[in-house]
């Protein structure tokens, strides 16, 4: 039956004998291979119960097998729910609790500390190890290799993604076959995508990045990926003689950077680099082209809108901006608080609206309303504005903005000033409460390693650079800054560290 996000990676991926997925050491499963594997596991998820509509939640390791659950679930018209491999079982319990699943797949070590938890949310438990068997896979295992799949239509949902959630509880976003489509041609388009391509895929998986973007590109134009566990500095550079893309989040970049074997000739066969999910810092752009000649291509995303924005193939890719909207994707910067548009090189609110902007928000129809603007456009969260030749420039999370003293103060100008200063690694610009201010501007530093860096020479560098109410009130340095898997810097977690800095 019609199946509109199968049917186009099917039209699309037509060279069934091309590899698919290639484990460094380990097994090479083809495109006819992904059309098996998916269909088994499609007759598993019926044989567990599972019913067109139903959620399929997974917390299971990286492994070939968990995203051929993702596109069983597609064929069977469910809805793929994944979770970060992170989260406790309490945590698991609030996804459950809220998603209501009918299955729940976990990885066999958690099985006993997870049981209950999906009992009481009424989800059976089958489980998926890293090594890819488990329950499971046994159950998939007995089944045909061919699977007639369930009729479902664009705008059907494909998968829920729970946002990261540093604002209150993490809310679930839906996504639609069409959402996920839409954005998989503009990325191949715009990344000139072929099936003669080969992506190190180093990301997690249960992420709108390592999910979504790498793998729906790789499966919209027939190419290969290589499908590693976890992210390696020296295994990437000895594959990238076998690779022609790699997608990462900076810290991959970061790390790659430092790595004595980062040379041209070891980036030779590769023709591009994408960075994502957390601003790549424009030092890193410059250290990584200076060493290979690769120009960085950094793109703009989020779990509710996949991508947004990228930088272009070809013309500039320019350090600190995340390029241009997308085929498709309607972009505007407007007033925070009217919504009114904003013209060029003004900072504001950043609204999209297209094809790859979700359904809503799953069971929170009010939170959906009041991120939506009447004429459709999404309202990010995300800070920007987009310069005279339309590049688009991401400042920040709007609830990182500072006020003091009535003034905003736009946190990554802040961090720019400082990282520019001789012996900073880093920095991340926070407000904190301040009675007389409301919010006390506040630097969390980190130096390059073996330098010596106090907070007086730091405030008296920035001193003749920012004006007065700019510039931090107090500067801690620190020998590193939190981040999550996806590598953002977690500014909640040093605004909870830091809360009461000035009120002592
Ligand atoms: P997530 O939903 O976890 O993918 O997080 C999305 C958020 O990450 C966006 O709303 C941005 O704040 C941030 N983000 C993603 N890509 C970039 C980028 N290239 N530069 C700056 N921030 C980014």
Known sequence: MPNALFDEITSRSSQMSRTFLRE???????????????????????VAGVKVGDRVAVQVEKSAEALFVYLACV???????????AYTPAEISYFLGDAQP?????????AAALRVVAAEAGARLETLGADGKGSFASLGQQQPAAFENAE??????????????????????????????????????????????????ALPIFHTHGLFVATNVVLF?????????????????????????????????????????????????????????APLLAETHR?????????ILERYGMTETNMNTSNPYEGDRIAGTVGFPLPGVALRVTDPETGTPLPADEIGMIEVKGGNVFKGYWK???KTAAEFRPDGFFITGDLGKVDRRGYVHILGRGKDLIITGGYNVYPKEIEGEIDALPGVNESAVIGLPHKDFGEGVTAVVVPVKGAAL???????????????????KRVIVVDELPRNTMGKVQKNVLRETYRDLYRA
């Open 24 to 46: 460094p050491g380990g097994r090479t499963i083809t495109y006819a291979g992904m059309q098996e594997h998916s269909a088994r596991f499609a007759h598993a998820l019926r």
């Open 75 to 85: 064929r069977a018209g469910a809805v793929f729910l994944p979770l970060n491999t």
């Open 102 to 110: 009918s299955l729940f797949l976990c990885d066999p070590a958690k």
């Open 152 to 201: 479902r239509g664009p705008d059907d949902l494909a998968a829920i993604l729970y946002t990261s959630g540093t604002t209150g509880r993490s809310k679930g976003a839906m996504l639609s076959h069409e959402n996920l489509a839409s954005n998989a041609r503009a990325l191949v388009e715009t990344w000139r995508f072929s099936a003669e391509d080969v992506l190190l895929h």
């Open 221 to 277: 134009s027939n190419a290969s990926m290589i499908f590693l566990p976890k992210f390696d500095p020296a295994q990437m550079l000895a594959l990238m003689g076998e690779a022609s893309v790699m997608m990462g989040v900076p810290t991959f970049y970061v790390r790659l950077v430092d790595h004595p074997g980062l040379t041209r000739a070891a980036t030779a066969k590769m023709r591009l680099f994408i960075s994502g999910s």
């Open 287 to 295: 250290a990584f082209e200076g060493k290979t000649g690769h120009a």
């Open 364 to 366: 929170n129809p009010e």
């Open 454 to 472: 106090s907070e007086k020479d730091i405030l008296a560098a920035i001193e003749q650079r920012l004006a007065k109410f700019k510039q931090p």
